[in-house]
Each structure stands twice: as C-alpha cells, then as structure tokens.
C-alpha cells in the first residue's frame, strides 16, 4: 500500500521552470491574491508548486479548488506521483490553465489524497480573489 507523503509547502506562482540537468524548480511569480478586472474572469493561467516527503509508492493527488464563501468546488486536477522513497524530496507542478473565478471571495486550493480512511488533505492554501 502506497504510504501519504508529507507537505514541505504549497505555493501558487506564475509559473514554475525546471533547470536542465539538476532539476532544481524555480518559481516566477509568487502570489497569495488575485486582482480582477470584473467577474467572471478570464481563464487562468499559473502554476502551483509543491514540494513532498514522507511518500512510499504511487500515490493518487487531486488538486481541487473550491470557492469557501459558497463551500463549492470550481476546479479539480489529478495527477499520479511515485515516491521511491520516503526520504526523498519530490516537486510537483500542477499546470492551471481553465480555472474562472465566478465571483470575488476565498478561495481554497487543496492537495489531496486518499488513502483507507477516505480522502486526506495533505496541504492548503487560501487565496484571496477580489475587484481591482
């Protein structure tokens, strides 16, 4: 059975490059808010990074999104993970790319995962979505 890893951090940014060779992540753009021209947004487009330890396996995560104001998911992403070992530092890249805000509010972006006590959230970040 795959073991749950670890969250060393969950960031959104504008973009996140691998450098060639050591892939050693580097994050454009780090941001904790949206400013918005008007509601609905245009499609978004960033990158989320996060780095894990702990993971024994493949491991199933879902990145969901969900506006907290209305406690309603607007955004979900799954993506499969193998962690050679637990020791091990391993970066993600979730590409957004069709993510509308509908309405200025919170927002909560979470990493999941499930294991045999259900769905397990291993990291989270609010962001702030307002008029600009």
Not at 35 to 52: C, H, M, V
């Amino acid at each position: 059975m795959p073991q749950r890893p670890s969250p060393l951090n969950l960031i959104l940014c504008d973009q996140v490059v691998f450098e060639q060779g050591t892939q050693k992540p580097y994050l454009l753009g780090m941001f904790t808010g949206v400013a918005a021209e008007s509601f609905p947004t245009e499609r978004q487009r960033f990158d989320i990074f996060a780095a894990l330890t702990d993971g024994l396996g493949d491991v199933t995560m879902t990145l969901s999104v969900a506006r907290m104001e209305a406690n309603q998911e607007i955004y979900s992403q799954t993506m499969t993970v193998s962690f050679p070992d637990p020791l091990r530092v391993v970066n993600l890249r979730f590409r957004v790319r069709q993510l509308i805000y509908e309405a200025p509010g919170t927002y909560l972006f979470a990493l999941t995962t499930k294991d045999r006590d259900g769905e397990v959230e291993i990291a989270a970040r609010r962001v702030r979505v307002y008029q600009k």
